[in-house]
């Protein structure tokens, strides 16, 4: 696991899903993660961001920004580095990251 002492972490995950489903995917991950995110003390914002592949993929990565790694344990559990999926990504994502990355905010 990485470690950080005293400074916000951001956390980043990327997902591919076929451009015609880019739309439902957005709305459904920001009713899902984005907002457990936003709900879980400790987070300082949280941002999901697109970009076309040019070839009838979209690309979705979110990235979070939190206190410290205890609070992120609080929204992923124990392995902070695992993605957390919810029950509709098996229908959409055709590419997925399966950890994460954590960042140090300098």
């Known amino acids: 696991m990485t ?5 916000p972490v951001v956390r980043m995950w ?6 015609e489903d880019a739309d439902r995917y957005i709305r459904y991950v920001e ?3 984005m907002d457990a995110y936003r709900a879980t003390p400790g987070n300082l914002g949280a941002w999901l961001l697109t970009r076309d592949l040019g070839d ?4 979705i990565t979110t ?3 939190w206190e410290n790694l205890a609070v992120i344990a609080a929204f992923a559990g124990d392995d902070v580095e695992r993605a957390v999926f919810y029950p ?6 055709i590419e997925r990251d399966e950890r994460v990355r954590h960042y140090r905010q300098a």
């Open 63 to 65: 990235l979070s920004r």
């Open 3 to 7: 470690h950080f002492s005293g400074q």
């Open 14 to 19: 990327t997902g591919v899903v076929r451009a």
């Open 56 to 59: 009838g993929r979209t690309e």
């Open 88 to 93: 509709e990504d098996d229908e959409f994502l």
């Open 31 to 33: 009713r899902t993660g």
